[in-house]
């Protein structure tokens, strides 16, 4: 049984080797740990810091793409060099590296796919009290998004078996961490939560450069995985909101016309045409965007089949 940790990095020469004196370096269970770095276009010296120490692997771009191609280029890396178990951490040190193995048991016992670490958010003190609110609220949206029960969704710090890592598919240049809950909710691949332990903070956050930012471009990441993989559930509510409202005062005109007094409510049968249509119309984007959706499943089936067949080869 092969483990690999992998650890994206952008500009992490101070970090970087704190956080990974902290990783195992024995797991009961585990036959082989190997260490793999992403080195997203940094310029300072985390390469040779990560050399240095001994780092197995090193996935190496030349320009900054951002966290989540960063985290599927080393998927990729991890299963070409046989990794049976996926972890991924921060090079921040901000997760407990001896909480590892509280990660990899579950897919060790053949319990979960994919196991992703609960941080204690409220007892997390560099945490502001609003973005401690708005973890928790977007944990709860990722949560009726997708159908699980994942209380930490933002949370980096996560496990995937090797057949969880080859359905992997990130379309978003933001952050991998929402879209693939959604992604392996709508595939019912078992997943699961396990509380773990954070270490204080080195340097602050670079995922996001202000709250708002932060909670802008992480609502558009759920939405748009939802339209992705749930459309005729999304634009069913949608267009259900006009046509609806356009029903009511279909109702109204309907009551005006046998009651003698229709001459003056004209405006209303239009206006209810008009939102009848446009729920019409709604829910008409619903099926044709939910038969993509099943012409995606079928080319998620085949790119699975040709990690598979490429890898074993490996």
């Known amino acids: 049984m092969k483990l690999i940790i992998q650890i994206p990095c952008y500009n992490e020469e101070e970090t970087l080797e704190i956080a990974l004196n902290d990783l195992p370096k024995k797991i009961k ?21 990560a050399r240095r120490w001994g780092v197995h692997h090193v996935v190496n771009f030349s320009k900054n793409k951002g966290l989540a191609k960063g985290f599927m280029a080393g998927i990729d890396a991890c299963l070409r060099n046989g990794a049976d178990i ?8 901000q997760y407990c590296g001896a909480d590892i193995e509280k990660l990899v048991r579950p897919i060790l016992e053949g319990r979960s796919d994919i196991v992703i670490g609960e941080r204690p958010i409220d007892q997390t003190e560099h945490f502001s009290l609003l973005k401690k609110k708005l973890q928790r609220f977007g944990s709860w949206v990722v ?18 078996s090797r057949e969880a890592a080859m359905r992997l598919n990130v379309t978003n240049e933001y952050t991998y961490t929402l879209e693939t809950i959604v992604q392996a909710g709508r595939e019912r ?20 450069h202000s709250m708002f ?3 802008r471009r992480s609502m558009l990441t759920i939405v748009r995985a939802f339209i992705m993989y749930k459309p005729l ?3 069913t509510i949608l267009g259900s909101i006009p046509f609806f409202i356009g029903f009511g005062f279909g109702i109204r005109f309907i009551v005006y016309m046998f009651t003698g007094h229709a001459d003056g409510h004209v405006q209303s049968l239009v206006l209810a045409s008009t939102l009848l249509m446009m729920g019409f ?5 619903g099926l044709q965007a939910d038969i993509i959706a099943s012409n995606r499943k079928l080319l998620e089936d085949l790119q699975y089949q040709v990690r598979r067949l490429s890898y074993e080869r490996k």
């Open 281 to 285: 119309m709604t829910y008409i984007i």
């Open 213 to 215: 930012g932060y909670v």
């Open 86 to 93: 996926i972890v991924n951490t921060d090079a921040d040190n």
């Open 143 to 160: 949560r009726k998004a997708s159908n699980t029960s994942i209380p930490d969704a933002p949370s980096g710090f996560r496990a995937y």
């Open 29 to 49: 269970d585990i036959d082989v740990i190997e260490y793999l770095i992403i080195n997203d276009g940094s310029q300072d010296r985390t390469v040779d810091v």
């Open 189 to 208: 691949i078992a997943m699961e939560s396990v509380l773990i332990r954070t270490n204080g903070e080195l340097r602050p956050s670079r995922l996001f």
């Open 233 to 235: 559930q999304f634009f």
